[in-house]
């Protein structure tokens, strides 16, 4: 096989400043000149890297994606300085990336049991909005040759809905990552919208309906496992988010795996869901990290989360490498166990 031409498709998950990873393990992979990009599916901060990495490549190739994804990270990092979000003293002192002990995330994480968005943030200003505005072309998205599945929460209906890239508008990726404790929900064509990871994290479907690739990277940010069972109310919040965002992801997964085995390889569709193959890039750091961290957007955290993202990447190129065009590298299979 030329590798030159292997189309690959990716699956970016949310997770906050936790997408800085991400950043770093697409940095990577667009350094691989045999790797092409067809599509991406990408939810909450997933779905900000695969738009700004879209809207780079359509205006400067590879290169152009790479530059765009640093401009767009460092602009988050400086609107973040200004944010009440910070870590305290003592999680500096200590080394930590939480911000568990700072009086503001506490306060607020008390408060917005008591409060809405709709009572503390009356007007729903993002600091997020005028960056996505500064650092995307929407109208020249629409054109890239990367194709875009962006998949946002209907609040009334409780699905997923998913955008492309002719939808695509800083109000459908503000409503990709809308939190709904800290941000009112997002009106999209007389609908309202909350964190699509709600209902994909992110959306596998398309990629094996709509796009020639046949093999999926998948870049995790939510640990599946989680060693020790977590005893704090921090702790079990954090599982309890970590295992609701998991949840419909591996669910499609398992679909996937099912399909595999059943479906008709005579059918354009069954022969589209037999020969898929799907890849994961490894990333033991976020059993580290918890949830408060996903706020820390301070710019030495977000370049430490890059370089793990590259790092991990290179271990994901150099151990399944091969496999890419080739078979999955990791079993599906397992995922029907006990089911």
Request: hydrophobic share 40%; glycine share 8%.
């Amino acid at each position: 096989m030329d590798r030159s031409l292997l189309l690959v498709d990716l699956a970016l998950q949310g997770g906050g400043a936790h997408g800085a990873f991400t950043w770093g393990v697409l940095d990577r992979l667009l350094e691989e000149s045999w790797l092409s990009i067809e599509g991406i599916s990408g939810t909450s901060a997933g779905a900000m890297n695969a738009a700004v990495l879209a809207d780079g490549f359509a205006h400067g190739g590879p290169e152009g994606a790479r530059e765009a994804l640093d401009r767009y990270w460092r602009a988050v990092s400086d609107a973040a300085r200004f944010s009440p979000f910070q870590r305290s003293p003592l999680d500096r002192m200590l080394g930590r990336w939480t911000m568990d002990t700072s009086p503001m995330f506490i306060g607020m994480d008390v408060i917005s049991r008591l409060f809405s968005p709709y009572d503390l943030n009356p007007a729903n200003v993002n600091p997020l909005r005028r960056i996505l505005e500064e650092e995307i072309d929407f109208d020249r998205l629409k054109t890239s040759p990367i194709r875009l599945f962006i998949t946002a929460t209907n609040v009334r209906t409780g699905r997923g809905r998913v955008f492309r890239n002719s939808e695509i508008s800083p109000d459908v990726l503000l409503a990709s990552a809308c939190l709904p404790t800290l941000f009112q929900a997002i009106e999209i064509d007389g609908e309202h919208y909350w964190d699509g990871g709600y209902s994909g994290n992110p959306t596998l479907t398309p990629l094996v309906r709509e796009l020639k690739s046949d093999d999926t990277i998948l870049v995790p940010i939510n640990p599946v496992e989680r060693p020790g069972t977590p005893q704090t109310a921090a702790e079990i919040m954090n599982r309890l988010n970590e295992v609701s965002f998991n949840a419909v992801a591996l669910k499609e997964l398992r679909m996937i795996a099912l399909l595999r085995k059943v479906a008709d390889p005579g059918s354009a569709e069954g022969a589209a869901w037999a020969k898929m193959r799907v890849h994961m890039v490894p990333n033991p750091l976020m059993a580290t990290l918890g949830y408060s961290s996903k706020l820390n957007a301070e710019w030495d955290f977000l370049s430490m989360l890059k370089e793990e993202g590259r790092n991990s990447a290179e271990v994901f190129l150099d151990r399944h490498g091969h496999m890419l065009g080739v078979q999955s590298s990791i079993d599906l299979d397992v995922l029907l166990e006990g089911v």
